[in-house]
Each structure stands twice: as structure tokens, then as C-alpha cells.
């Protein structure tokens, strides 16, 4: 969106400021979401006869407020319908059925031994997983008003990621037309970013970064309280920035990407540098790509058992670690000075927490430029990539319904 805001665009972000506000608060009153979003009695009283109009709210009758008469209580109807997440990757898929208020209603994950590459393959996985998740969330599909799908990669072009089925990228419209549902595709980092914006930090202030730390890594960017995608849809790609000048070669084959060493097989190399004989490591070439053994949060878990049972390597690991995520955050708060860095994946470990944050926190003062971070927030985030896509179906729902006019949505 560019140029100036129309009168019918500040009403549609006005929508989803009351659509979130009143998901924060559980359940409110017309006066209570005036004063938490800002906005004039009227026009929140305007925006909840939309949203009442269209079933997003319901009332929930009348609340005493302790000064004055009785006011109707609204609440998010759960009972609208119900929205899909599916996550997908070449082995592994996860589908999370929400209700209209996101609330979590029933979770299916799938794995396979081999492979599934071949869009037809990808297709009727997701079809079938779908059908067992609304089995066990008694929904039908005809309950369902969206569904959200995560790829990891690339939207407007496909950019291979080290897990997603290359080929599902170009038949998208298969998988629409066979699912016979409206469908969001995004990228994970887009939804962690949009998670944050409707249940994490993104209630309280305005500029975030939620970064995943997993297998790879990478960034879900809030600025002005809206998510940043980028020309492209790219933004966030964080991971493939440059930590270390002609580095460790990086699963994408550029060399010293911060992914090759905060992502969990770069974490593992760390260790092979370290303490080249430990089992943990064996195998590992310090030049190629990361070889067979433990993968995934297995290594963290096995990481954090060594560290507890006094495994100096381990440790020794898990500090350099804590050391290269400083100095990769610190970039992060140079180029965008957010309020808040809300860290998702093993750096929510216990042992990990209480050895990376101190060093981390540290190591982002002393790296980050003049006081840009003073009063930054470094905290574990609550919310995860599967919510984000939920609400970002549920805003195309809106969009749908003419209640959402001002987003560019990845519908299909």
C-alpha cells in the first residue's frame, strides 16, 4: 500500500486494531477497547457493529463495570469457523486446527522416511493430514473458513529451502483447487512476525524482531506495528546475512552466513571445532556440509545433558554459541533499532537459557552502535509460526468479508 490513507483504509486497520485488542483482553466492553486502542467510543462502537454484522465478535451479555449501569461484554466468536495450519517440509508436516478466536483445537504431525518431493505426493499428504486433524478437532470441512499454509523458501520466486518439497512451489493452484478452501501460502518467518504482532510483544510496543533458531535461522520483522515483507516477500532472511568474512560454508553455498553458526548444524560444528574427537561431533567436516549424527533439537538436548553432567566441550559450545548470536543480534538492532528481540527455539532450553542469555545480552550492548540498545528487551517469546498463520488466514477471511481493505495478503 502507498500513498495517503483513505477514510475506508483507516477504518479497515482500525478493525483489525479492535479485532486484536479484544483477542488480548478475552473479553472487553465497548469502553475498555476505546481506551486500550486509542481510538473515540464511536468509532470502536461502529467497528464492533461490523464486526457483529459479519460473526467476528459476539456479545456475551452484560457486564458490570462497578461505576455506573451494566455494559455488554464482547468476546472474539470462537464459534465462527474454524482455520487450518499446516506446516510443510520434504519429511515432516504438522496441521493445527484454530478456532475463530485462535484457540488451539487439535495438532496432527506426520513424518516420512523418505522424501516426499513430488507435488501430487505433497498434495495428497497435506489433504490427508488435514482430514485426520479435523477428524480429532470434530470440525468438518465445511467448518473451516481458511486454511494457512507454511513453506519455508521463497513466495513470488521460489528460493530452495534445505527441508521444502522444490516442486509443491509451482503447483500452489493444484493444491488450492483440490483442498476446495480458501488458502493462504506464506513464509514461516512472515508468520512468527505476525504471531508476535497478535499475542506476543507486538501487543505492547511497535518495533520487534522475533527471531527462530532452529535448523536454520532467520527473522520476523515488526515495524510501526506492521509486519515487513519486502519487495519480494523476503524480508527477515537474517540468516544469510554475513557473520564471518570467507566463513563456514552455509547450506545455501555462501560462506559465513550466520546461519552457519547459530543454526543448530552449524551449533554442532562449533562443537567439532572445539573438541574434534567428541561424540557428539564425529563425523563432521569442517568444509562441507554437516554430516550424519545427532540433528535438530536431539543435539540440543544432547548438548544440554553433556553441559549438565559437566562436559567442558559442551559447554565451551554452547557459550560461543551464546557469543556468535550476540554479535548476529547486534546487526540486527544497528539496522533496525527495535524495541524488543523475542528469541524462539533453543535458546529457550533451560540450560541454554541460563548460559546464552547473560552472554548474549552482553555481547548486544558492547556490539550495537551508540544507545541503540539501552532499553532493549531481549525475552523468550510465547507464540509460535502455526498462529501466525492461523491469523494471517483469518485476516483473509476478513478480506473476504470487505472488513479488511489496506493488506496484501499471499492468497491463492
Known sequence: MSGRLTSRDIRSESRLVVVRSLLAAGESTRGELAEATGLSLGTVSTIVQDLLKHGIVAETGLLSTGIGRPTTGLRLNADRGRVVGVYVEDRYLEATVFDAA?????????????????????????????????????????????????????????????????????????????????????????????????????????????????????????????????????????????????????????????????????IRRTLAEIAPGHPLAEGVDLVAAPAEGPEGFDLVAALADAAKDGDRAAVATIERSAHYLGAALADIVAILNPEVIALKGWAGWPVWRERVAPIVRRRVLDDSPGDAAADLAIELSPTCGMEGIAAIALERFMRDLGLVTTRVIPAL
Open 102 to 266: 485462535l484457540g488451539e483445537l487439535a495438532t496432527v504431525e506426520a513424518t516420512s522416511d523418505e522424501s516426499v518431493a513430488e507435488a501430487d505426493e505433497v498434495i495428497d499428504w497435506i489433504v490427508r493430514t488435514l482430514d485426520t486433524v479435523l477428524e480429532r478437532a470434530q470440525a468438518k470441512r465445511e467448518d473451516v473458513f481458511g486454511i494457512g499454509i507454511l513453506l519455508p523458501g521463497g513466495m513470488q520466486r521460489p528460493v530452495k529451502a534445505a527441508t521444502t518439497p522444490d516442486a509443491i512451489w509451482l503447483h500452489l493452484d493444484r493444491l488450492r483447487d483440490t483442498l476446495g478452501l480458501p488458502v493462504v501460502v506464506d513464509n514461516p518467518l512472515k508468520a512468527i512476525a505476525t504471531a508476535e504482532l497478535w499475542l506476543g510483544a507486538g501487543r505492547r510496543v511497535a518495533n520487534v524482531v522475533a527471531v527462530s533458531l532452529g535448523f536454520g535461522v532467520g527473522a520476523g520483522i515488526i515495524q510501526n506495528g506492521a509486519v515487513v515483507r519486502g519487495a519480494t516477500n523476503a524480508a527477515g532472511e537474517w540468516g544469510h546475512s554475513l557473520l564471518v568474512f570467507d566463513g563456514r560454508r552455509c547450506q545455501c553455498e555462501r560462506k559465513g552466513c550466520v546461519e552457519a553458526y547459530v543454526g543448530i548444524p552449524g
